[in-house]
């Protein structure tokens, strides 16, 4: 398949908020059942492992007309879970059999409890995450947190979920994760070849097709980009950090692009680089889930870091690993965790003397002039200073 080709089929996937691809997905097997969870970050190998589809609802863009999430919710906080309860009470989602929450925020904590009122016969459930690293305090918490989870998940199934059944789903979704890393690496290599809107609409198609699949489409695309001669511009090189949970438009993404960077390294949906190496399949799987999320996960503002002193680091060194001039913070409005991170964030920045501008968006955000503006004076100034 050719790069158009590919974009084309990923596009269409995230354009599709009816979510055929999970319809088509259950009716090609009486029985299948798919679960559905907020981004940042839950244990898919589990629902792998139990015969299920994850999916991941990212809200409804700015495609979506919100009219009946806005009587749920007040105007304060960020649009994500006013544009998932439209998505839910318009039937747009009763595809799935069940949802996770992830404990992000109290806003995502609050949409759990709505969504256990309002869709009484669909399995939902809080997704706790320990905030104490030890093996034996926090270990220990979600060790059961994940046993849990194994336990629901096969009484909905019907079936026991056995250790190799997860040990299989482990190995798969390490093999995806190798893959988008493979993906980051090769755009933070040659951006021009590999646009960042189209990264993110092939990452995104993961959050709605079986792994085994999308690990194969990730490298459809880079072998196809590789193949295909694009001109290199003279784009400064940037990260795009707080974009965690609620996601931008696509039209953000490349107005940031055609303002004149290259976006090297970003945290969109980060649930698919949440684990930063692979998961051992030999052994306990869900103390080897349990010790990855403890020990060798992201350190980001979407997860409790107890010790200050290590706020910025991971960002200091995303922008030395992927050789970047710059970091655009952009976070949705009223992200707490973003938005209280910020400060931190840049005063790292700032000790190592890296350059950043910083803006917020909304995920139906419709002008993208001034941030196309503020991202283009970014780039012009990077070029004109940083020698």
């Known amino acids: 398949m050719?790069?158009?080709?590919?974009?084309?089929?990923?596009q269409a996937l995230f354009d599709d908020l009816d979510f055929t691809a999970i319809k088509e997905w259950k009716d090609a097997e009486p029985g299948r059942k798919a679960i559905g969870?907020?981004?940042?970050?839950?244990?898919?190998?589990?629902?792998?492992?139990?015969g299920m589809l994850p999916v991941g609802i990212m809200g409804g863009g700015d495609q979506l007309e919100?009219?009946?999430?806005?009587?749920?919710?007040?105007?304060?906080?960020?649009?994500?879970?006013?544009?998932?309860?439209?998505?839910?009470?318009t039937g747009r989602l009763d595809s799935l059999d069940g949802m996770l929450f992830p404990s992000i925020c109290d806003v995502i904590r609050n949409l759990s409890g709505m969504w256990k009122m309002m869709f009484k016969d669909k399995y939902v459930r809080y997704f706790d995450a320990p905030q104490n690293y030890d093996d034996e305090v926090g270990g220990k918490f979600y060790i059961?947190?994940?046993?849990?989870?194994?336990?629901?998940?096969?009484?909905?199934?019907?079936?026991?979920?056995?250790?190799?059944?997860i040990r299989n789903s482990i190995a798969i979704y390490n093999e995806n994760r190798e893959a988008i890393n493979e993906l980051y690496q090769f755009r933070a290599e040659k951006p021009w070849k590999a646009l960042s809107a189209e990264v993110y609409l092939v990452v995104r198609a993961g959050m709605v097709l079986p792994p085994e699949e999308h690990t194969k489409l990730v490298r459809d695309y880079i072998a196809a980009a590789d193949a295909e001669d694009r001109p290199l511009r003279d784009n400064c090189r940037v990260v795009v950090s707080g974009?965690?949970?609620?996601?931008?438009?696509?039209?953000?993404?490349?107005?940031i692009e055609m303002a004149g960077c290259y976006i090297v390294d970003d945290d969109f949906m980060l649930v698919t680089r949440w684990l930063l190496d692979a998961v051992p399949t030999d052994g306990d799987p869900v103390k080897n889930l349990a010790d990855a999320f403890l020990h060798y996960s992201n350190e980001t503002a979407a997860k409790y870091v107890d010790k200050k002193?290590?706020?910025?680091?991971?960002?200091?060194?995303?922008?030395?690993n992927n050789a970047a001039e710059g970091v655009i913070f952009a976070a949705p409005s009223f992200c707490d965790p973003a938005l209280l991170d910020r400060p931190m964030l840049q005063h790292a920045l700032a000790n190592q003397n890296i350059p950043y501008t910083a803006f917020k968006y909304a995920e139906n955000s419709g002008q993208m002039q001034p941030i196309r503006e503020?991202?283009?004076?970014?780039?012009d100034s990077i070029k004109l200073w940083s020698a």
């Open 2 to 10: 050719s790069t158009q080709e590919i974009v084309n089929r990923c």
């Open 37 to 50: 969870y907020m981004p940042v970050y839950v244990p898919r190998e589990i629902i792998h492992a139990a």
């Open 66 to 89: 919100v009219i009946h999430g806005d009587a749920y919710y007040q105007s304060y906080i960020c649009r994500i879970p006013r544009s998932t309860i439209e998505l839910g009470v």
């Open 144 to 165: 059961e947190e994940l046993n849990h989870l194994r336990n629901d998940l096969a009484k909905l199934a019907g079936r026991e979920v056995t250790d190799d059944d």
């Open 243 to 255: 974009v965690f949970c609620e996601q931008p438009p696509i039209g953000l993404i490349k107005s």
């Open 309 to 320: 002193e290590n706020k910025g680091v991971y960002l200091v060194d995303s922008v030395r």
């Open 374 to 379: 503020q991202a283009g004076t970014f780039a």
